[in-house]
């Protein structure tokens, strides 16, 4: 029965990514249904500026959740993303602020700080729960107080800015009408769907969200890989860290409450499951807009915050109910 | 007692079925589970029904006591057209079934367990203990069961006596047709014996039996006719009187696989020792004594046992899977330490676990995916997946075991359990490997399969591979192995050369001198 597909597939070698675009076609239908409907119904939500805004506005949630989405993929979750954030940036902050060292020297000595301590609560988010094979969700909502507890015991709870001009000019540098920094989170996700569809590594995380044992009697270290995983979450919530502080020029203690649920989110509505196994970072990005496209145009709707937060409540129980349907079909 | 019931008169000498199933059929989406059943029950007969796991024979008994409908087909009972709806439904009808999975609840007692569908009650409404109890003593006696006492709860009993007991409960209600779905599988040969005077008494009482096993010593000792089953379809009925045992595994297994078995392995050359265990103990061995053998290169080490013998666990001891408490491993003479299962495959070992939805296959995940899981240096460069070369690889492997698929990249999950099995030992097969180890490698495995499977292991064994085989199905091992060890409790009860190979002799090393332990555990 599948003969006529077998010859279609054969010369192009990627039914991989073919399968994926079909997947994730569905969010990215309904995603254009939002910019439609908003285009239509609000006056200014197809205005350049608007566009530049939401573009900003879904980038810390993009990156951080580029990383969830690795950690959803072996089965696992990430819940200290926003506090691990605001540790990073803290520690970037002090970093930044040290006298006698010139603005480049201290921009990259920030951007290294931040990446480093991502990096640290990344690893001992993996460690710790491969190690004793505990649930990553209770592991990283202990990891979640620590990182918080970490980031107003550093900055005294006192909220660090005067950065130097060069690193809010990177936060605000648009190249025509797209946030710089939005590009580099457009450049993580294309990083992250290769190492994820084209490398060894990515094909095993794969693997290990579907079956763990099948992997680990085919030989492959799966500990490792899950830290990876977690690692990967960890580095992203660093490098999220630098782009708040350029964007926001500040380095708050208390940044990114609640962030780790907002890219959790992306990553479901993305079509990734959460039991891990089956998704796409593409899926992710998509995930990300949609909600970025939500909150902005309910606002310019006319709708109150509170509703907002509604929808889009009611938009992730939908997303997991199309992921339930899409599920069973894949079986048959 | 002697009671030829409500037959002898409209008997005329073909239409006196009791039960008559025709071109029955049922899919399970794309599987045929029964594709084309047709056999007839004669009052007052016991009626073996035989074929391999898969056969659908689990599937047809299903259907007749209601769990699942069917699709096509007809059943005639007591001439009335018959289409249980439900399992309550089928008793009505008078089919019960005693299924191989227990269904008594171990907290309760005898008497309530007996009671369970139907408990008597006092004028208030309340539970008549009293009742009860001397219900299930009668239901008990029946059976002769006269040494159980019917308030004792189920959990202190042995396994015997709970199949006995789910046999007294089926009984209990009037029964036209009882089925006992394997009741031989977990009892001793003293618990058989009892149980199958239990099916003599029943069958004077003018029950008719139907009797499912594997067994077929117990098919020829108590049956009056056999339907054989093969790939979901019945292939023939005949009486016992008018066949013999190596009659009916042809039937069963088709004259490919029957080919295959009898030729048994070819003689060829022994090799050096590939692996000498020596005195290995897992964690789940109670004694201190481990376990010792060395398996040759181009040797087929077959190891038979009970279930709980230790086979899984040994298997998955040598491979590194679990840790050990003691012994040593010597691959080509050299002693080696498995940290794990990279370190096993690192030293040429592959291994094909019993389990390949959970432990073996990726069933979501294409088949070229499923075959270079173990393979990946072969498929990839500094890295990154070489997708050309992993088809390729794919390809090459599903050639080499007549791989029946759609498209390489559809989900292992799309195939069926032979295809899937093959998948598994393409993967292991792209390795080359000096040491294969299998755990039930044909299980749920269809017999067109089996065959090819059996081919391919034989093919490797001539190639000077060293395999070692864990199965319960005693033919498949009688046809594979050069050698077979018998373990019962984590030991090594004996070896038997082929000439002395027979399901007896194994059984007997199985059973070993722990008959009683394992009856009334």
């Known amino acids: ?332 | 007692m002697v009671a030829v019931q409500p037959i002898g008169e409209e008997i005329s000498q073909e239409t006196d079925n009791l039960l008559s199933v025709t071109g029955l059929k049922k899919h399970f989406g794309g599987v045929k589970a029964l594709d084309g059943v047709s056999f007839s029950l004669k009052p007052g007969e016991v009626h073996a029904l035989v074929g391999e796991n898969g056969a659908g024979k689990s599937t047809l008994i299903k259907v007749l006591s209601g769990v699942f409908p069917f699709d096509a087909g007809e059943i005639i009972l007591d001439g009335a057209p018959y289409t249980p709806a439900n399992p309550h439904n089928a008793k009505t009808h008078g089919v019960q079934v005693v299924h191989q999975e227990f269904n008594l609840l171990d907290h309760l007692s005898v008497a309530e367990n007996i009671s369970i569908e139907a408990m008597p009650k006092t004028r208030l409404g309340l539970l008549d203990r009293k009742e009860m109890n001397r219900r299930a003593r009668v239901a008990l006696d029946a059976i002769g069961l006269r040494d159980v006492d019917v308030r004792a709860t189920v959990q202190s009993l042995g396994i015997a006596h709970r199949q006995l007991i789910e046999i007294a409960r089926a009984l209990q209600s009037e029964s036209t047709i009882l089925i006992l779905d394997e009741p031989t599988a977990t009892l001793t040969e003293r618990e058989t014996k009892r149980l199958f005077e239990i099916v003599q008494s029943i069958k004077a009482k003018g029950v008719t039996i139907v009797f499912v096993s594997h067994h077929l010593n117990e098919v020829f000792a108590i049956c009056d006719r056999v339907t054989i089953f093969r790939n979901g379809k019945t292939i023939t009925t005949e009486e016992i009187s008018d066949t013999t045992p190596t009659g009916v595994v042809r039937h069963m297994v088709g004259r490919k696989l029957a080919e295959e078995m009898e030729h048994g392995i070819e003689p060829h050359a022994r090799g050096d020792v590939a692996l000498g265990i020596k005195d290995l103990c897992v964690t789940q061995n109670p004694h201190d004594a481990g376990i010792s053998f060395d398996l040759h290169y181009g040797e087929v080490l077959g190891i038979a046992g009970l279930v709980g013998a230790g086979r899984t666990e040994l298997l998955r001891g040598i491979f590194g899977i679990d840790p050990l408490r003691s012994g040593t491993i010597e691959r080509d003479g050299i002693p080696v330490k498995f940290s794990g299962p990279r370190d096993a495959i690192a030293a040429g070992i592959g291994f094909v676990t019993e389990d390949r939805k959970d432990e073996g296959l990726i069933l979501e995940m294409p088949i070229a995916a499923n075959i270079s899981l173990a393979n990946m240096h072969n498929v990839s460069a500094s890295g990154l997946l070489r997708f050309f070369k992993e088809k390729q690889q794919a390809r090459e492997g599903g050639k080499r075991l007549k791989l029946k698929y759609g498209k390489i990249t559809d989900p292992a999950s799309s195939l069926s359990g032979g295809n899937q099995q093959k998948v598994v030992l393409a993967k292991w097969l792209a390795r080359n490997p000096k040491i294969l180890i299998l755990d039930e490698p044909t299980r749920g495995v269809d017999v067109g399969a089996k065959a090819e499977i059996y081919a391919i292991l034989k093919g490797l064994v001539r190639e000077g591979v060293a395999l070692l085989i864990v199965s319960s199905e005693m033919p498949e091992l009688m046809t594979l192995s050069d050698r077979i060890l018998v373990l019962a409790d984590h030991q090594v009860k004996g070896a038997l050369e082929r000439s002395e190979f027979s399901e007896e002799n194994i059984l007997k090393l199985a059973y070993g001198q722990n008959t009683n332990a394992e009856g009334i555990s």
């Not at chain 1, 500040?250 to 499951?273: C, D, Q, Y």
């Not at chain 1, 606002?299 to 409540?313: A, C, E, K, V």
């Open chain 1, 1 to 332: 029965m599948a003969e006529q597909s077998d010859v279609l597939a054969e010369p192009t070698g990627r039914d991989f990514s073919i399968r994926s675009i079909i997947n994730n076609a569905g969010i990215g239908l309904a995603l254009l249904g939002l910019i439609l409907f908003f285009s239509i119904f609000t006056e200014h939500f197809l205005n350049p500026n608007n566009i530049t805004n939401i573009l900003t506005q879904i980038t810390i949630n993009l990156i951080l959740a580029v990383g969830m989405t690795f950690v959803i993929l072996v089965g696992g979750i990430d819940l200290s993303v926003g506090s691990v954030m605001a540790f990073a940036a803290v520690v970037a902050g002090k970093a930044i602020t040290l006298p006698g060292f010139g603005p480049t020297e201290v921009i990259l000595l920030a951007c290294i700080a931040a990446v480093t301590a991502g990096f640290v609560c990344g690893l001992l988010n993996g460690l710790i729960t491969s190690y004793w094979a505990l649930p990553s969700f209770i592991i990283t909502l202990g990891m979640l107080n620590i990182a918080r507890g970490a980031a107003l015991h550093v900055s005294d709870a006192q909220t660090i800015y005067s950065f130097p001009f060069a690193f809010e000019e990177f936060g605000s540098a648009q190249i025509y009408g797209v946030p710089v920094v939005f590009l580099v989170a457009l450049a993580l996700v294309l990083l992250a769907w290769f190492v994820l569809n084209r490398t060894v590594f990515g094909r095993l995380l794969y693997g290990i969200g579907n079956n763990e044992e099948a992997v680990r009697l085919a030989g492959h270290p799966v500990f490792w890989y899950k830290v990876a995983a977690f690692t990967i979450c960890g580095l992203t919530a660093g490098i999220a860290a630098v782009v708040y502080m350029a964007r926001l020029n500040i380095a708050s203690p208390i940044a990114g409450i609640g962030f780790e649920l907002n890219a959790i989110a992306a990553v479901i509505i993305g079509g990734t499951s959460l039991s891990g196994g089956r998704g796409s970072v593409i899926g992710t990005l998509l995930g990300a807009f949609i909600i970025g496209v939500l909150a902005n145009g309910l606002i310019l709707i006319g709708l109150s915050d509170f509703m907002r937060q509604m929808i889009t409540g009611v938009v992730i129980i939908i997303a997991v109910i199309l992921d339930y349907y899409r599920a069973r079909y894949a079986k048959k």
